[in-house]
């Protein structure tokens, strides 16, 4: 079972929240990077993912399940890295500026 709690600012902005299960635990970062870092970034727990699959992949146990996994995280890495890469060239990376 997977515990989520999210939370937002007075003005309805995304403010960080928390993940658990068993044998994990994840702090979002809150607030904008102006504020400094202090949680994680979705894409950085898709990473973590990817590389797990990988490794499965990579052993005695690979298979077509975790191939097809592997491809759709490979999206939404994309996916992110392409918004980041956007925002940043918009001058609005790690701000909350819509």
Known sequence: MIST????TDDCIPDGGTAYGEGFCISWQRGS?????????????????????M???NSKFPCEENQIALQHLE???????????????EGKLGTHIE
């Open 5 to 8: 709690h999210n939370w937002t």
């Open 33 to 53: 990077l102006e504020k400094g870092r202090n949680g994680a970034f979705l894409i950085e727990v898709l990473e973590a993912c990817k590389s797990q699959l």
């Open 55 to 57: 490794f499965y992949q």
């Open 75 to 89: 999206k939404c890495i994309a996916a992110l890295e392409s918004r980041i890469a956007r925002r940043r060239m």
